[in-house]
């Protein structure tokens, strides 16, 4: 049996440093303040929005949200961020993605400041880290790190594979693990021999979006495996990419739920206190 990688507990451990830090901004008069802004009423992007918005209360940050409603055009979404770019109380701004789809969501994305982007999508800040000077790193692969780092697994040296190459997960997620020195592969919807390269990883991250796509004989016995998917089984149930059997081959592994999920809003509360600390200077 692996051993799990129990992300719910390191993350916990992460919102309680984060709540400290926000106390002693708060105690030199500059609260942190997230503003989330979500445009329409997608259902999967409502609960997202209330997660982080009940994670900033107990963390200390103010939170802000912003619902618009789903007829909101191009120029009033450019306006609500122009406004929030220019406030001194909101450090941290976030667009809730997928937008309808009438929406340019790379127009809003470059429209908020790079020092407020705590997401780390904005081209400016995707450009820092791919020099590895940079000030915000994207929450789930930067959650990832801090789940390997937290539980002493050093990647230097040693062969990761990451399934998958969103701009959101796969791109900086094998960037983040270059800077560590690993050696990376990216695999991805048209790479050949995908299970055979699998099966040489000491790291393997899947963030394919599939249930069950990483099975037992595509793993390295002994190897890190990193679920980052988030699926619903055919049972209904929340799943990642990774297939349950892998648990008998695998020395680690993170568990869906309570892996990397729990991770990714904690690293956007760091993200803030990142961003008010650097906004104060
Ligand atoms: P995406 O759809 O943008 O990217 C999926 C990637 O998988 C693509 O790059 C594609 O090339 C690759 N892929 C698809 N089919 C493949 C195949 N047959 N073989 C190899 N590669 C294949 O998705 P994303 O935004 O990167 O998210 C990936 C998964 O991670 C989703 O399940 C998503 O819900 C989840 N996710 C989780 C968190 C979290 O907090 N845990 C955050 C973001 C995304």
Sequence with gaps: MAIKIDGKAIAAAVR???????EELTRQGMTPGLAVIVV?????????????????AEAGIRSEEFALPADTTQEQLLAVVEELNAREDIHGILCQLPLP?????????A?????????????ANVGQILIGDYTFLPC????????????????????????????IVGKPMAMLLLHENATVTICHSRTKNLEEICRQADVLVAAVGRAGFVTPDMVKPGAVVVDVGINRGAD???????????????????????GVGPMT?????KNTITAARSLMK
């Design 140 to 167: 789930t692969p930067a959650g990832v790190m801090e789940l390997l780092h937290r539980t002493d697994i050093a990647v230097e040296g040693k062969q990761c594979v990451v399934i998958g190459r969103s701009n």
């Design 236 to 258: 209904g149930k929340l799943c990642g990419d990774v297939d349950p059997a892998v648990d008998e081959v695998a020395g680690y592994l993170t568990p869906v739920p309570g």
């Design 265 to 269: 809003i904690a690293m956007l509360l």
């Design 40 to 56: 329409g009423d997608d259902p999967a992007s409502r609960v997202y929005v209330n997660n982080k918005k009940k994670a900033c």
């Design 111 to 123: 429209a908020i400041s790079p020092k407020k982007d705590v997401d780390a999508f904005h081209a």
């Design 16 to 22: 309680q440093e984060v709540r400290a830090e926000a």
């Design 101 to 109: 789809k009438h929406l340019d969501d790379k127009a809003v994305i």
